[in-house]
């Protein structure tokens, strides 16, 4: 199948451009608080990030003292604002689906990763290839929209005639593959997986799961941020944190 770069269309890019989480970076991102904690000692660390988006978590590493960070996108328009956004010789940008990576064996000490595989159709080659490219006690990081989220091509709450939020459904959740949903714009492909599949997965790439988070929001989102106590009845989120022994 194509490899998926809705990015780039002008019309998503304009709307995602709007997003809390792209004009307040890394602290209006819902799932920051819980991602951050996962994040092992980045002190002369070399670090990849896949999915780089605008860079938030490259230059977010290079605050922690990396000694490099390399990100990878497949949207141009993503680099080219995290390229405006970023001024640092330690920090590069590279253009690529992060299904096509090729890296040495044994050349980072971090992978991270933040709701990007989600839109990948193969989640299994690129845990061999991270495990290869991770050195021995590497730490692999990374976020996606939960499986509960991404079951149903409709991603959204059930509502009454007036609008409130009754519940959201589950469906077809061992069915996995394509989802065609509306995020932005219609017909964004994101791929469900089992919450099995991910961390099966991973074993099976020969990594040891230290974490597995579903994170609730902050208090502080919850107070600021309308309609956001209603993310304590279901979980957008899954982060997981696997080392390479």
């Not at 002190?43 to 990100?71: E, M």
Request: with cysteine.
């Amino acid at each position: 199948m194509t490899k998926q770069n809705k990015y780039d269309d002008a019309a998503f890019f304009s709307a995602y451009e709007k997003m809390p989480r792209s004009v307040g970076g890394l602290d209006a991102a819902g799932e920051w608080y819980v991602l951050k904690t996962l994040l092992p000692d980045l002190t002369n660390r070399h670090v990849l990030d896949l999915g780089c988006g605008y860079g938030w978590h490259c230059r977010y590493a290079r605050k922690q003292l990396a000694s490099s960070v390399i990100g990878v996108d497949i949207s141009e328009k993503m680099l080219q604002k995290a390229r405006e956004m970023t001024d640092d010789p330690f920090i590069s940008y590279m253009r690529m689906p992060i299904e096509d990576i090729d890296f040495s064996n044994d050349q980072f000490d971090v992978v991270l990763s933040s709701l990007a595989f989600h839109y990948i159709e193969s989640f299994e080659p690129i845990c061999r290839k991270l495990f290869d490219c991770l050195k021995s006690g590497g730490a692999f990081i990374f976020s996606v929209e939960h499986p509960i989220f991404t079951s149903r091509d409709h991603q959204d709450w059930y509502t009454d005639d007036e609008g409130n939020r009754l519940h959201w459904a589950v469906d077809n959740y061992q069915d996995e593959g394509v989802r065609d949903t509306s995020f932005l714009t219609d017909h964004v492909i994101k791929y469900h997986r089992t919450l099995s599949t991910y961390i099966n997965t991973l074993i099976r790439a020969g990594f040891c799961i230290k974490a597995v988070h579903e994170p609730a929001p902050s208090e502080e989102l919850i107070e600021t941020v309308p309609g956001m106590k209603d993310e304590l009845r279901r979980p957008m989120f899954l982060i997981i944190s696997a080392v390479k022994l």
